[in-house]
């Protein structure tokens, strides 16, 4: 620990990151050994709403990982809920396997997600792609990274020049000047790829906390911008589903533009 690192309710922020990598490399291993394996698929609120049995064990390994160095801290998991005081602890936000709809369908994109957030604040995010084992890291303050290497967003700043991922029902009208379009299925992976330049920008409806918590934070600290549809800060807030934008910055406003809010 440097003399000056950031504490995070009187944990040094480098303790809170190395337990965040050693939980998701675990959740990692058991996504891609499932992937690979024969699945038990559940519906939840509907049919592109899916569930399998390694969701919940990922989960289950992320949250056994994390209290045994941490027993007091809280959690808020997409497949086991709440746990523990938010208010008063770190809480970790989970996203065991995102994108569980490809994962049920043999299309190999998706990917797992942790942020440790204390007080309405992300100070860690990390997120896994098991397959193309590329590890995403963001620290507050301190930049962010894929598999060590500190990661920029894109230069362009044109749509006509971009990457977009979106779905094309969110469009008020198609722009004539609109680049690529390219949706994989898992929206942090969508937004780590914004963190690394591959895309410019990313836009969804109606997801929630464990869907863009630790991949906005990764996105920030890579230089990018990430807000509500009407450009205004993301509320951390676990009963909220929200539609997010996150950019580059350079093509923010003139995609917003495009973009309809009607569903939100
Ligand atoms: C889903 C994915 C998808 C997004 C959905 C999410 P899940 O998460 O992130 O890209 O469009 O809104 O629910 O259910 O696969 O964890
Ligand atoms: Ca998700
Ligand atoms: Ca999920």
């Known amino acids: 620990m440097s003399y000056h690192e950031l504490l995070v309710n009187d944990i040094p922020i480098s303790t809170l990151e190395s337990v965040a990598i050693s939980a998701i490399l675990r959740a990692s291993d058991i996504a891609k050994e499932g992937f690979y394996s024969s699945l038990t698929i559940q519906e939840k609120s509907g049919p592109h709403d899916v569930v399998t049995q390694f969701d919940r064990e990922a989960e289950h390994a992320i949250i056994e990982t994390i209290s045994n160095t941490f027993p007091d801290h809280a959690f808020l998991g997409e497949e086991?809920?709440?746990?523990?005081?938010?208010?008063?602890?770190?809480?970790?936000?989970?996203d065991p396997i995102d994108g569980t709809w490809n994962f049920a369908r043999q299309i190999p994109s998706f990917g797992c997600?942790?942020?440790?957030?204390?007080?309405?604040t992300v100070y860690v995010g990390v997120v896994i792609d098991p397959i193309a084992n590329e590890l995403f890291v963001a620290k507050k303050g301190y930049g962010a990274t894929m598999n060590g290497k500190k990661l920029s967003i894109s230069p362009r700043s044109t749509l006509s020049e971009s990457g977009i991922s979106l779905r094309i029902e969110m469009l008020k009208s198609v722009p004539e000047n609109l680049g690529v379009l390219r949706?994989?299925?898992?929206a942090v992976l969508d937004m780590c790829y914004v963190a690394k330049g591959s895309l410019e920008g990313f836009v969804d409806r109606s997801i929630n906390?464990?869907?863009?918590?630790?991949?906005?934070?990764?996105?920030?600290?890579?230089?990018?911008?990430?807000?509500?549809?009407?450009?205004?800060?993301?509320?951390?807030?676990?009963?909220?589903k929200q539609s997010i934008i996150a950019t580059n910055g350079l093509i923010h406003k003139e995609l917003l533009k495009w973009i309809s809010t009607e569903k939100e």
């Open 80 to 94: 086991t809920g709440s746990r523990g005081v938010p208010a008063s602890a770190i809480t970790w936000v989970i």
């Open 113 to 120: 997600s942790l942020a440790a957030m204390y007080q309405n």
């Open 183 to 186: 949706r994989s299925g898992s």
């Open 209 to 240: 906390i464990w869907d863009f918590a630790a991949a906005m934070l990764i996105v920030q600290e890579a230089g990018g911008i990430v807000t509500t549809l009407n450009n205004t800060p993301l509320l951390l807030d676990p009963a909220k």
